[in-house]
Each structure stands twice: as C-alpha cells, then as structure tokens.
C-alpha cells in the first residue's frame, strides 16, 4: 500500500535549563494508507511527541518526514495549517471542547477555517452517526466523558481527513465508553481511514493492526498482526458534501465567537468596557462643555457687537508720573468729531457709568450699575426693552427723569409685580420706569441685567455732576477697515486735543470688541483642547485597561488557541480572532460612552445651568476612536496569541 507517513531519522529535544533533552532519537517508520497504528509506550517515552511530529503540530530538530510524498519541513505556517486541516484530524485524551459552545458548533468548528462558515448540515450528520443526534444543543458540561470523546471524533472527521490521530482517547473514560469509542475508531478505519492511536495500555492497542513500541525515544519493536493487511476492508468512504457553503459569512461567526466569549466572563467584560466607556464619555462632554462656552462667549460679544470700538481717555506719564491733563477728558464734541472725520463710522454712542449705585422702591433696595446713555446705545447693543420703551432725544435734552431698568434689578425690586409706570429712587431722585430691559444673562463680564439706564444728560446733571463721559462708542460700517478706522480715531482725537507730537505713549485707549472677542474665543478654544486631552488619556488608559483584560485571556484560553491551530485555524485566523474581540469591546464601550457622554452633557446642562453643544463630529469621532483604540491595545496581545506554538498551546494551563 502507499505510504501516507514516513519518517527517516527523526530526532527531537527539548530545553531544560542549560541543556536540552532529547526525547526522539533517530526514529525511522512508515504508515501505509489505510492502517490502524497503535504506539505504546510507558510516560516519557516520547510516544506523544512522536504523534505531535507526524500530526503537525511540532517540528522535529533533524530527520525527513514525508505526509503524502511531501516534505513536510519545507511547508510554510500556512501550508501546515491547511495540511492539518484538510489531511488530518485529532482527537485529544482532554476532549478540547469549547465550553462557549453546543455539541453542534463544537464539530463545526473547523470549518470555520477553510469555508469561512459553521453550516449545521454536516456537524448534525457526522453526531448522527456517532450517536448523539439528541444531544446537538448540549453544551460540554452537560456531556459525559463519553459523549464528549465522540462529540471530539465527530469534530475530527468534518473534514473527512487521510488520516486520525487520537492521543489517549479512552484514557478519561470508564470501561465501557472506552469500548465504544475503540469500536468507532475500529469502524473509520473500516471504511478506509488510517487511524494512529497512542496509549500506554496494552489492552487498548490490541484494537489496532499494527503495535508500535517505543521506549527512551527509540522504537523497541514494530509488529503487526497476523493476516489483516492494510485496507483489507476499506469501503471508500466518500466526504461530506460541504461545497455549497463556501461563500459563509466568516465575520458573522467570528463576532458570534467574540460575543460569548464576552459573554462567559461578564465581570471582566464589564471592568474593560467601564474603561473605554469613561474615556469616550468624557472626550464627549468636555467637548460639549468647552464649546457650549465658546458659543455663549461668542453670542454675549455678538450682543456687544463685533463692530464697535470704545474709545476711552488713558493714562499719560510724563518722566514716569501720571499727570492730569485736559487731554484726558473726552466730550460730546469728540464723539461728533469722529462721527463727521473718519470714514465708515456709522454712529457714535456717549456713555457716561457709575457701579454701586443705590436704587430703592418702596421699602427695598438694591446696588447696581447705571449708564447714563443715549436713545442710540439700545440699538447698538440689541437693548431693546421687551416691555416699555427706551428712552428719546427729547428725553435726553430735557434731561428727563426717566429709568430703564434690567431684570436683576426688576426682580429685587417689583418681584413679579410689572414695573412700568412705577416710580424708584436713584441715589435718592426719583425716576419713572419706562422700559424693562431684555435678558442677557450672567457672564464673565458680570450680570448683563443687574443695571439701569437713565438719559445721558441726566446721568451727567442731575445725577453724577460730570462735565466730562467716560468713554465713547464706535459703531463701524460692516466690511469698513476696523484697524483703519481705529487708527484713524486716534488721530482726530490727538488732533482736537493737541496732544504734542513727542508724547508717543497712547493717549486714548480704544478697544475693539472684535479683537476681544477673536482673544476669547481662542482661550475657550485652547481650554477645550486641555479638556479634550484630559479626556484622551482616560481614553487611552481605557485602552492600557482593553489590552490586560485580552493579554489576561491569551493567557486563560492557551489551549483553545492550541485547538484552533490543530484543527486547521492559522496565525492570521488566531490574530484576527483576539482582534474581533478587542474590537469588539471598544466598540460596545464607544456605544455606551457616545450614549453616557451626552447624557452627561445634557445633565450638566439642566443642573448648572452651563451652555453645552454636543458635536456631532465630536460624537463619531470618539466612536471610531475608541474602536481603533480596541483594536491598537488587542493587537499586541493578538500577536502573542497568533505566535504560540501549537503543541505548546495545547499543554499550557
């Protein structure tokens, strides 16, 4: 008959320590087509390594072995795997079943390495036969040893491979499994498959033709039984037809995997998942924070308006003194100066400010600020009253007491009483209030409501006794030169003030409320990337915690990855299988993070009152990164899993 193995001065050692032991030395045998092989031997007599060599899933240190008239020392990783996969089948004395999954899928497995699916039809065949066709669902706990053993056959044959290698199949079973599954072994090999068994009882390798003996790494003797030939009674048996299955959905039972596995170990799915699940939502709310700040930033200087100038009288030190000068005051004269003198000025606003002003109605009273203005300013800073009206010209001229009066101090005074027509108290001048002022809110300016406005004149005669105004107000055409006019500005007011050619130090300060604006908006900006950073790393640690949790399960699932790769799965199929799993974490915490994130931004919202804006780039963003940190922190971890021998992986604990 053709030999399908043949080994020619096979040697195999090991390390320990400083030395390495040789366990296979100069073994030379061939198995033909269609034989049923038994190797004894007592413990350490190298009859599994041996089985391991031929099987595939260790290299021998020296010495040819052919499988099938080919070399097998020149296949690639690839090569052997789809040689173990397509020509062999295991079955192994610990069963190697997934706890994770039925009978059902247990057989099925291997398919998922060479159709890229888990079809039902040819695991449910193949249980069948071997007897356990009411035990499909059943998950290995709740199997005996038996049932477990056959469930291990069935899985080895889905392939219909050349050749079964079972390693101690009975030795876990009780008398009358252990029948059973020698009577099954005897019936494959019937039909036509070679069957290689290993056991160190004597009484079990008289199921086989042939008994090989090896001892100290060396054959002791090699005999076969008298009159029974290989493949005397070979039946041909034929393969499951599984051909039809080859466009399965490979990803699908790869996640399917991955969520058990997930699912087996609930605690530290939870543990690893919180880690990402905190990065993520807190990558969400701090941007949802920071530009909820920088758009109320932008509104309340919208409200002050981008295109104004303040013009306001500075400081003027002569040998490193402040000196009072005349040049320091500004009049209503200035603001009608530049109003006629600089182009793309478009209104000119006088104010004229006191803080800490006593207000009082009835027996209540308040501090606040009060602006003696002109009708002009409430148009230039959206003043509008929502109730009332503003003050006229006529009123100004006629330096009229009238009040207009923000909400801060309409609610300290009146409560919820309408303040119109009621009459208060200002630094002890009674005013009549016309106007209720809109709501513009706290800010970093102060309270925008905590204020009342009076006619300019009668601020500066009747209530401060001021000749002079505190500042003047610059409304610039929209798409005027700002830092033209701004310059310009200055030079009319030297101009009028006669301020002397050698004094360089400013003389009046003006303000460009675009410039503060442009100054605020990138400070909100840089305190968001802050934040944003703060987020990324717990994020990032959310990672570091991703790529215990799977380096913990590389570690736990050794021998599953030692089954994988008996059974015909490759490097890349381990890699990608511990990336499914890792990827499949960062996205469920990216979900929960995305969902946590702008609950959190909301609650923030609704409690203190901030301003949030949830990005909606922000929001995807932090969902693909926290998939990718999955993946990046799995890949490591991935990598050791894809890297382990397989034979190793099968004895590691």
């Not at 060599?53 to 020149?74: F, W």
């Not at 009608?336 to 400010?353: F, H, S, W, Y």
Request: charged content about 20%; some cysteine; hydrophobic content about 45%.
């Amino acid at each position: 008959m053709k030999p399908v193995i043949e080994l020619t001065n096979i040697q195999k050692s090991f390390p320990l320590g400083d030395e390495r032991i040789a366990i296979l030395k100069g073994i030379t045998l061939s198995i033909a087509e269609g034989e049923f092989v038994a190797i004894m031997g007592p413990s350490g007599s190298g009859k599994s390594t041996l089985m391991n060599v031929m099987g595939l899933l260790d290299r021998p240190d020296s010495g040819v072995h052919l499988l099938n008239g080919q070399e097998v020392q020149t296949l690639s990783e690839q090569e052997l795997a789809r040689s173990r996969r397509e020509t062999l089948g295991f079955v192994f004395q610990q069963f190697h079943l997934l706890p994770r999954l039925t009978a059902l899928e247990n057989v099925s497995l291997p398919l998922l390495y060479s159709i890229r699916s888990m079809p039902s039809e040819p695991a449910t065949t193949l249980l069948r036969r071997v007897g356990l066709e009411n035990r499909l669902d059943h998950k290995p706990t709740q199997l005996s040893g038996g049932q477990q053993q056959r469930v291990a056959i069935a899985r080895a044959l889905i392939h219909s491979p050349k050749i079964i290698f079972a390693d101690e199949p009975t030795g876990n079973l009780d008398s009358k499994s252990s029948a059973e599954i020698l009577s099954l072994l005897k019936s494959l090999n019937h039909e036509g498959m070679t069957v290689i068994l290993v056991t160190h009882e004597a009484e079990v390798a008289q199921a086989a033709r042939r008994i090989i003996t090896i001892r100290d790494g060396r054959i002791e003797s090699d005999e076969a039984k008298p009159g029974t030939e290989p493949g005397l009674s070979k039946k041909g048996s034929q393969p499951l037809s599984i051909s039809a299955q080859k466009n399965g959905n490979r990803s699908f039972e790869l996640l399917k995997q991955a969520g058990r596995t997930l699912i087996a170990n609930k605690l530290r799915t939870v543990l690893s998942t919180l880690g990402v699940l905190i990065g993520v939502a807190a990558v969400i709310a701090m941007l949802a924070i920071g530009k909820g700040a920088q758009e109320a930033i932008e509104t309340q200087l919208s409200s002050l308006g981008s295109n104004l100038l303040s013009v306001r009288p500075a400081a003027i030190r002569i040998g490193g003194v402040a000196m009072e000068s005349d040049w320091l005051k500004i009049t209503r004269d200035d603001a009608e100066a530049i109003l006629r003198g600089v182009p793309g000025v478009k209104q000119t606003g006088c104010v004229v400010q006191a803080n800490n002003q006593r207000v009082a109605y009835l027996d209540r009273n308040a501090a606040t600020q009060v602006f003696g203005t002109q009708s002009i300013y409430a148009r230039m800073h959206a003043l509008i009253p929502v109730i009332g009206r503003y003050f006229t010209d006529d009123e100004n001229q006629s330096r009229a007491l009238v009040t207009v009066i923000g909400a801060t101090v309409s609610r300290e005074l009146f409560g919820t009483e309408n303040p119109i027509g009621k009459t208060i108290k200002v630094n002890k001048i009674p005013m009549r209030v016309i106007g209720l002022l809109p709501e513009k809110g706290a800010s970093s300016f102060g309270d925008r409501d905590d204020q009342i406005h009076v006619p300019l004149q009668t601020a500066m005669y009747r209530l401060f006794g001021k000749a002079f105004l505190d500042f003047i107000e610059v409304e610039i055409e929209k798409g005027a030169n700002m830092e033209s006019a701004q310059a310009r500005i200055d030079t009319v007011l030297r101009s009028r003030h006669d301020i002397p050619p050698s004094q360089t130090e400013e003389a009046f300060r003006i303000f460009n409320m675009a410039d503060i604006q442009s100054a605020l908006t990138e400070t909100s900006k840089t305190l968001s990337l802050l934040l944003l950073v703060i987020a990324g790393i717990s994020l990032l640690v959310g990672g570091i915690g991703i790529m215990n949790i799977m380096l913990v399960s590389v570690t736990e699932r050794t021998r599953e990855i030692g089954l994988r790769k008996a059974i015909g799965g490759t490097s890349s199929d381990i890699l990608l299988q511990f990336m499914v799993e890792a990827a499949a974490i960062g996205v469920i915490g990216g979900v929960l993070g995305v969902l946590a994130g702008s609950g959190t931004s909301l609650l923030v919202s609704m409690i203190a009152g901030w301003t949030t804006s949830i990005s909606v780039p922000a929001v995807f963003g932090s969902f693909v990164f926290s998939s990718l940190i999955g993946m990046i922190f799995g890949l490591w971890p991935a990598r050791r899993a894809a890297q382990l021998n397989p034979i190793d992986a099968l004895k590691g604990e």
